[in-house]
């Protein structure tokens, strides 16, 4: 069983940076791919960012190409979200999400994808 606790979230000023974290536990005799979502209120969970377990296969939602970054260290079992330029329309709750993959450098990109994910962490961007 995959376990996902995010952290790192909170309020920042538009323009500002966050830097979240997931720590994942229950991939340690499989490969996990890794993404975060995001769900704005009254809003569907969207995709947000990808990344694959050897860490050199990513991809990102257009809306953050080029201002947000997905990294991982996989001795530490935890996945990484850089967020620069942070807009009010990156305000929202952020989910990590695992599935068990077969390939080192499998990645997901759709909900439906993942297995397992966070609570959640919310963000909160003031303009």
């Known amino acids: 069983q995959v376990q996902l606790v995010e952290s790192g979230g909170g309020l920042v000023q538009a323009g500002g940076s966050l830097r979240l974290s997931c720590a994942a536990s229950g991939c340690t005799f499989a490969f996990c791919a890794m993404g975060w979502f995001r769900q704005a209120p009254g809003k569907e969970r969207e995709f947000v960012a990808a990344i694959s377990w050897s860490g050199d296969k990513t991809s990102y939602a257009d809306s953050v190409k080029g201002r947000f970054t997905i990294s991982r260290e996989n001795a530490k079992s935890t996945v990484y979200l850089q967020m620069n330029n942070l807009k009010s329309e990156d305000t929202a709750v952020y989910y990590c999400?695992?599935?068990?993959?077969?390939?080192?450098?499998?990645?997901?990109?759709?909900?439906?994808?993942?297995?397992?994910w966070g609570q959640g962490t919310q963000v909160t961007v003031s303009s």
């Open positions: 999400a695992a599935e068990l993959v077969s390939l080192p450098m499998v990645y997901r990109t759709t909900r439906r994808e993942y297995n397992y």
